[in-house]
Structure formats: C-alpha cells, structure tokens
C-alpha cells in the first residue's frame, strides 16, 4: 500500500454513504458510521502496510490515519472484555508490537489529522490508546447483551438527567457520579463522555418524538420517524444501530425518556434504598432519594398547607427536614395555574440518614421561612421492629415496606429483627451485616 493508495481511499470514504464531505470535519470517528466492507478493506490494506528494515519498523505516510479509524472501530466490533490493550489492535493486523514511542506517534498524528482532541489522565499525561477506543462509540458486546452493567448503567444516567435537564444539568458529571454501575474497565472520563453524549442525543430526539405524536392516539415507530424527520441523529449517537441488541438499547432509552417527559404526577416521593457500604460489599447502609414532578398545581399546594391560592408567591422552594437537619432540595415558580420545579442537583435530592428517621416536606418562602407542609411519600420512618422487605433492583435493596407484605415478584430480600419469621414461602439466609441498625437478611421466594 503507498501513500497516494492512502489518499485515494480517504478520498472516496468522505464521498461514499451519505457523508458527502472532503476532508474530516472534527466529529467523532463513530459517527462516520464506518461500514463492514470498509473496515475490512482497512484490515487488508494496513496488515500488508508495515515492514521491518534494519530493526525499524515503517509505514508509509498516511497510515496513522487508517490505523486510528481501524483501532477505533476493531474496538467496538471486535472487543471481548478485559484490559484494553494495543497489542490486540497489532495481532489482529499480524503486526509486530510497536515501542511506546511508535505508538504514540502513530495515535497522536492519526487523532491530529480526524481533528480529535486527546485525553488526559488526571496527571496530565496524554491517554491515546483511551480515547481511540472511545472514540469508536460503546463496543457492541456489551450494547447486544440484555440487562448488562451498560444498559442499567444508561437507564441511571438517563433519568436523572431528565429530572435535571430544564435546569442546565451537566450530563457528564451525572454520567460520572453514576460510574460505580459500569466495570472497572470502564469507569474512565472519555466512557462517561460517551455516555452523556449518549443521552443528550436521546433526551433531545424523545423530546422530538413527542412533539411529532401530538395528539395521535396510535404510537409512532422511533427509529422510522426520526429516519424520515431528522436523518442525522444516527451519527450523533455513540451507539451504532446495525444490530437488534442496539436498536433494542437505543428503543428502550427513547421511550423511557418519552414517558419521563411526558409524566406530570401531583405528589413528592422519597424512595429508600440500601446499598453497600463503600467499606464493605456485603454490607447494607440507609439511603434516600427524593423524586420531584416537574410541576405541582397551585391548588394542589394551597389546599395541603393550607394557604389561599391568591396569597402564593411566585417563587417558592421545596425543602427537606430530618432530625435537626432542614435541607432545600429545589425552587419553585409559578407559571398560570402550575409551579414548575427546579432541583438544585443531583446531590441535593440524596439524603444521608438512618431507616428509623422520619422525613417531612416544607414549601418555604424566599425569606427562609416555613409557609407548610407537603405530603410526602415514603416520608415516615421504618420501624426497625418489623420484618423489612426489599426489592434487589441495579445492585440496590429499594425498600417495598415494613411488616406483613405480598409479593408477585419471583423473590424478596426481607431484614429481619431477633422475634419475627416467615409466615408464607421459603426462605434462604443471606451472609449480609448492616450498618447503623441491626437485623438478619433472608431471601424469600
């Protein structure tokens, strides 16, 4: 292969698929939607493109630029998990294994030509072999497996992000404090970059979605109404949609974010949760989290705490109050007949307390003072005194209720004090510890 070979399949890439560019433009390699003959033609042409002369390896000019757009795309359709390593890039090349310099000139010169910028590591130190591998977009074994680390890992970021997206929320710090979902392997800056890019594109093309449903009452296909309304989203995506398993991924997250959009409920929830102490796997701490409505009608408001509609002011905001701790957690503003709620954040909504403490909801005014309290759901304590059901969802124990419950799910996770036992279904011990409170973990189906 020689350079003017080089020049020449660049030239008719940027032409071919629908690109019609002449040169690379700065986007992410992903979305150049690099097709499968042409990934096997720069497998072709780049295994037969070094050679070793006198101990030194070369390679004509202009091969770096094939080698980046290969390694970022081998990455995707070809990684099966562990380290990433450019030692799999060079073997399935059947090229030898270049020195770390040789490495980093290729990568740097190759992402300097697609006009990509390079990671840095918190040290300062360029990362070139992360951020080719991102830059190939989410590797198809895990976007083609059901229920894995990344499609739960999505869904997280996702709905968080469509609680704070009004607000200016920054999708790459949610994607970032949701990292402990993915494998190790993963939790790096350019996978949270990819990820909040990932529901960036979503949030924005569920919300299209909707506008283009309207008022009809038969649901729309997605993926054939942004085909024929909005052609370009593909490449925005850093999931490729040419297996079912994507279009599966990719389909869920829209209408999970449709329907979040979409929903307007008229309460305050604090859902309760366990989840493991960072000392300890096998240990459950208390957790809270409280879940806003976009909105709440203003006679909603006036009627529970017991205030007249005319005396509301416009701008009102939402506080959390446990123990001696009184926390705000959101503002409210009053637009016609509804105020629209706006958290301060993802961490403002999550609440560090024991099971056993109650938690209450106060609309405040802006001077600081209590104007009355709102329902809350989930709001009363947990006594601890009673058997404790919960529900393993995403690695966390999400509290169903305390005493006597019924289930139809296949199984439960129940804590339970010194005196009480199961009256209905078997159940297995569970080499579990709490911290904070005391109890014994069974699993009951």
């Not at 019609?20 to 433009?25: K, S």
């Not at 404790?388 to 439960?412: K, P, Q, W, Y």
Request: charged share 25%.
């Amino acid at each position: 292969m020689n350079v003017s070979t080089i020049k020449n399949w660049l030239s008719g890439f940027f032409s071919a698929h629908d690109r019609n560019l002449e040169r690379p433009d700065g986007r992410a390699l992903y979305a150049y939607q690099l097709q499968e003959i042409e990934f096997e033609f720069l497998s072709s042409f780049l295994s037969t493109s070094i050679k070793t002369v006198v101990g030194r390896h070369e390679w004509p000019s202009g091969t770096e630029r094939l080698l980046v757009l290969y390694a970022a795309e081998w990455f995707r359709r070809r990684y099966e998990g562990g380290m990433w390593k450019w030692e799999d890039i060079f073997q399935s090349l059947d090229w030898p294994m270049l020195s770390a310099q040789e490495r980093q000139k290729l990568a740097k010169d190759g992402l300097r030509y697609w006009q990509r910028d390079v990671f840095r590591r918190d040290s300062g130190h360029a990362a070139y072999l992360m951020t080719v591998v991102t830059e190939g977009g989410f590797p198809m074994r895990l976007v083609n497996q059901e229920d894995t680390h990344l499609n739960r890992y999505l869904k997280d970021v996702l709905s968080d992000y469509t609680k704070l997206a009004d607000t200016g929320a920054d999708a790459f710090k949610i994607a970032t404090a949701h990292g402990d979902r993915l494998p190790l392997t993963f939790r790096k800056a350019p996978v949270y970059q990819l990820a909040a890019d990932t529901i960036e594109v979503i949030y924005e093309y569920a919300n299209k979605l909707t506008e283009l449903q309207g008022t009809q009452t038969t649901e729309l296909n997605a993926f054939d109404e942004l085909e024929k309304h909005y052609p370009e989203w593909r490449q925005k995506l850093p999931i490729i949609l040419e297996s079912a398993g994507a279009q599966s991924l990719v389909n869920g997250l829209l209408n999970t974010a449709k329907k979040k959009q979409q929903a307007k409920s008229e309460f305050v929830l604090l859902n309760r949760f366990f989840k493991c102490s960072p000392h300890d796997n096998n240990c459950w701490k208390h957790g809270a989290k409280v879940e806003l409505p976009s909105s709440l009608s203003k006679e909603l408001i006036a009627q529970q705490i017991n205030v007249a509609e005319g005396d509301l002011p416009r701008r009102l905001e939402l506080s959390m109050q446990f123990g001696h701790s009184l926390v705000p957690v959101a503002s409210m503003t009053r637009e016609k007949d509804d105020y629209y709620i706006y958290p301060y954040g993802v961490d403002s909504l999550s609440l560090s307390l024991s099971p056993d403490v109650e938690v209450s909801c106060f609309v405040m005014g802006y001077d600081g003072g209590k104007l009355g309290e709102l329902n809350l759901r989930g709001g009363s304590a947990l006594d601890l005194n009673l058997p404790l059901t919960c529900h393993m969802d995403n690695g966390r124990l999400n509290v169903l209720g305390c005493g006597s419950i019924r289930s139809a799910l296949e199984f439960v996770y129940t804590c339970l004090p010194s005196e009480a036992h199961i009256i209905e279904g078997e159940c297995e011990a569970v080499a579990w510890s709490n911290e904070g409170f005391d109890g014994k973990w069974v699993k009951v189906s």
